[in-house]
């Protein structure tokens, strides 16, 4: 970030010139990924002439209408994602993927930036930048690159998603990585009137808070039947080396457990506990199926279809086909 010795320069109302310009826009340009806005340049008494001379000689590169990459043509992801909010428009703001990955989120890669500007500004295509113009777009939040809020950012994620596994995966990762709770996801949601996506996402969001829970013990019974399988038990209660619990799914007849995880079951020390469960219930010679709560909604057949055959493998009946 450029400190206060640049305010010299700007107060004496000359462009510095050659070295000095070049330790100013370097400064400037390490504050948003090595590019720097125009505006800023001119802040600091470096005019539209000065940067045509610096990418004459080859040492900066104009990378649109406001946009200046210093030292090299190749731009960082943060680079990009400042270069689509400076050239999209005024009032441009990352939302959705792109909001989240610019705060910290890891494990998925976008195609493209997407930005939310107010529909009544004038507005400029980028390649690279899916622009939404709305009338009233989500507040900025935080300091640094404009973007909404992580809460409205993992809802408009979802709702652009390019397939109901996508959306699925845009809201269990925010969650997952501390970047927002089930809590504050829950009541943005309910304040969205419209989406395309309603359904899938009151389960899925149903499912990351209120876990296994939100399946319903009633679905799991209706879709055994319909692959064949007896009716199981719920929530049956047993006793192990870690006291008491209660198992999700049960067929005691051919000691055969699905355990429904919810969205939860991935934070803090839940995977221990899962494991130790898990463990116990093997010791004794029970055959035990983990279930993805979300992964369940997205591949239901698969998840039955296993059901089916282990039940069948336990009980002594020749494997179905398909």
Not at 26 to 55: K, T, Y
Not at 129 to 142: E, K, N
Not at 249 to 258: A, F, H, M, P, R
Not at 292 to 310: K, N, Y
């Amino acid at each position: 970030m450029a400190d206060d010795r640049f305010a010299r320069d700007g107060a004496a109302g000359c462009s510095p010139t050659g070295a000095r310009r070049r330790a100013i826009a370097g400064d400037l340009a390490a504050g948003h990924g090595g590019v720097v806005h125009r505006r800023e340049l001119l802040q600091h008494s470096i005019d539209r002439f000065a940067v045509r001379d610096e990418i004459a000689a080859g040492r900066w590169f104009r990378a649109g209408r406001h946009t200046v990459a210093i030292d090299t043509p190749v731009l960082t992801t943060e680079a990009l994602h400042w270069q689509a909010v400076w050239e999209s428009g005024s009032g441009g703001r990352l939302d959705g993927a792109s909001a989240l990955l610019a705060v910290g989120m890891s494990g998925f890669t976008a195609q493209v930036i997407e930005v939310t500007m107010p529909s009544r500004n004038r507005h400029h295509p980028l390649d690279g930048v899916r622009l939404h113009r709305v009338d009233a777009p989500s507040p900025i939040a935080g300091a640094g690159i404009p973007r909404v809020g992580v809460e409205p950012a993992t809802i408009h994620a979802a709702q652009w998603a390019v397939s109901d596994r996508q959306a699925a995966l845009l809201i269990c990762l925010p969650i997952q990585q501390r970047l927002t709770s089930p809590a504050r996801l829950l009541v943005a949601w309910r304040r969205v009137r419209r989406s395309i996506r309603r359904h899938f996402l009151d389960a899925v969001i149903a499912d990351v808070t209120d876990g296994a829970h939100s399946l319903g013990e009633l679905d799991f019974t209706r879709l055994a039947r319909r692959y064949g399988v007896p009716e199981p038990s719920h929530q049956s209660l047993k006793t192990g080396p870690g006291g008491r619990v209660y198992l999700d799914i049960s067929w005691e007849n051919v000691g055969l457990v699905v355990e429904i995880d919810g969205g939860h079951h991935v934070l803090a020390l839940n995977p221990i506990d899962d494991a130790l469960r898990q463990n116990d219930r093997v010791a004794v010679g029970d055959r035990v199926l983990r279930i993805p709560v979300i992964g369940f909604r997205l591949a239901t057949d698969r998840f039955m279809r296993q059901v089916r055959r282990t039940y069948d493998a336990l009980s002594g009946v020749a494997p179905c086909q398909g």
